[in-house]
C-alpha cells in the first residue's frame, strides 16, 4: 500500500526569480474511492497504468525550452536581462514553428514535437510603458492570464517602444513632414554612401553575436568549463581601425576524453607570412587522428613535446593588447587554445552565400567563390597555414569593399530597408527594427502556410501591401475590438497556420483590458498552437520590449475518463 500524491504546481508564472525553463503540465489523478489516503492494490495498478499512458501521452506534446542563451534574456526582478533577444532571434522562432526543420533554427532554445504545432500565433500590444520597477510589478499583478496558463518568463527582445510612434495620432502627413522625412532620409543615405569602404571595427563580432556563436566567454559559465582558461593579454586597450588583424587556424584530433583537443596551431600576420606555427602533444592519449580533416599523422607527432599551455604562453607573448583575431568559426579554435580574446572577426559570420542568417558558408567554398582559390583539396586534411591565409584575405577583400559585400543577408536586408523607405511614412530611426520585423512576414509569405495578419487602422502604414499575397493576407480594422474579433476568427479555421494582430493600448494603466485581450486571442487558439505575445515600450527603461510564450495543451479530460 503506497501513500496518495497529487499532482500539482504551485509556482509563479511571471516570478524571474525562479525561471522555469520548461512548461509543467498537471492533471489531476483519479481519485481513491475509499476516502482514505491509501491505495488499494487495484487503485495502485490503475494509477501506474494512468500516470504511464499520461507520459506517454505527454512526450507527443510541443514545448519550448530555453538553452543558456535564452535564459540570459529573462528578465529580473528590475525589469532587465542580462542579453535581450535581437528581432532575428524570435523571428527564427516563429518561423521555425511555421516551416519545420531545416531552413531556421533558434539559437537561444529549442521548439520540441515542432511536427505536432498546429498553428503559430503571434499577438503585439503597442502602448505598454513599462519603464519602472513599480510598472514591471504592475505590469506583471495585472496579468494573472499568463500565470493561469503557465507561460514562459518574459524575455527582453531588442524592438523599440512603438513602432508607428508618427501614425499613432493622424493618418495625414502634412507637406513640411513629408519634407523632413525626405530630407532625413537624405542624410541617412548620405552617410551610408559615405561608409562604404568597410573598416575592421565594424566587422568586428559584438557580444551577443559571440554569445549567440557559442565563444568562450568567462561570464559564460553554463556553457563552457573554465578549467585551464587564460586571457591572451593580462589587459587590452581600446580596438581601433589601425589594431594589428592576425588569422589563426587550429587542427584536432579526437582523444580519450570523448571530445577533440589541439594538435596543431597556425598563426599569420596582415602580409600573410607565418609568425607562429606550431604541432602541439594533446595531454590524453589520442583515439583518431582524423586525418581527413585534419591532416594529423601519428608519424607527425612522433617528436612533439610543446604543450597546449606552451602554445598558450607563446601567443599571449605574441599579440598586442588591440590584436584583432581572425577565423573561420574561429570559436572551435578558441575552445580548443582555450584562449579568452575580446576582438574577433568571423569569416562565416561576415560572408554569407544563401541569405539565411542562421546558416554558414564553409571556408573552402568561400574561397573559391570570392578568392578563386582552391583549399582543402584531396583527402590528406586541411592545411591550417594555407587556411587561416585564405581568412586573412577574405577580411582584406572585404575591407576594400563594403559592409554587405558578399553577405546576402545584410543585402536583402537593405533591398527591403529601401522598399519600405520608398513606400511607407514611419519613424525614421526606428527603420531598422521595422526591416528586421517585416523580415518575418516575407519569409512567411514564402512558404506554403495560409495565414491572417490583422491591425488596427492607424498602424497599418508599414505593411500596407508590403507581403500581403494570396496565401498571407494583411487585413485593417477601425477598432481593436474588430482586430482581436476578426483575429480569433481567422485562428478558428485551422487551414491558418500564421495568425497574427497587432493592437494598440491608448491607456498604459489599463491592463485589465489587456489580460482580457489575451485571455479571450488564448481561447480562440486551438490546441498545440505555439502563442507568442509582444509587449512593446517594456524592458530597460521601457526602450525594449517583452515577449511571453506558450504552446496550448489540449485537456486531458478523455485520460481520466477511462480509468
Known sequence: MKGKRKLTDKSPLL?????????????EEPKSTNGANTLTEEEYSKLKLYLKEKKKILKTFPRILLNARGQLSQLNECGVSESPLLPSDLNELILYSVYGPGKYVPKWSSLEMQCNLNQTCVLIIDGCDVKTKEDLSNFNNSLPMFSKYKFLPPIEVELPPSWCAD????????????????????????NDEKKEICTRTRLLMSLNQMMIHNYPLPTNKRQFTMDGFRYTKSH????????????????????????????RVSIVNEQLDVIYESF???????????????????????DVKTTLADVQEDIINLLSPDSILIGQSLNCDLEALKLFHPYIIDTSVIFNLNGNKGSKSKLKLLAKNFLDMNIQCGNLGHDSIEDSRATMLLVQLKLCKSLTYGDAYLIGQKRLAEFVNKKTKINVKHIETFKKFLALLQS???????????????????????????KLSIEEHSTNKVVLESVCKSMEDTTNRFCMAHMQLKNKNNLDLVNRWCEKYWAAMSSFALCAVLFTGCGAEGKNSVCLLNVKQPPLNHLQDKF
Open 236 to 263: 587590452y586597450l581600446p580596438v581601433t581601425d589601425e589594431s594589428p588583424m592576425y588569422a589563426i587556424d587550429c587542427e584536432m584530433c579526437y582523444t580519450s576524453i570523448g571530445r577533440n583537443e589541439l594538435t
Open 280 to 302: 602541439v602533444k594533446p595531454t590524453n592519449k589520442i583515439t583518431n587522428y582524423l586525418t581527413v580533416y585534419s591532416g594529423i599523422t601519428a608519424s607527425k607527432l612522433k
Open 444 to 470: 512567411v509569405s514564402e512558404s506554403s502556410a495560409k495565414g491572417k495578419v490583422h491591425l488596427k487602422k492607424n498602424l497599418m502604414a508599414p505593411y500596407d501591401n508590403i507581403w500581403s499575397t494570396s
Open 15 to 27: 516570478s524571474s526569480a525562479q525561471p522555469a525553463v520548461k512548461q509543467k503540465r498537471t492533471c
Open 167 to 190: 501614425n499613432d495620432t493622424d493618418n495625414s502627413t502634412s507637406i513640411t513632414d513629408e519634407k523632413a522625412s525626405e530630407s532625413a532620409l537624405t542624410t541617412q543615405k548620405e
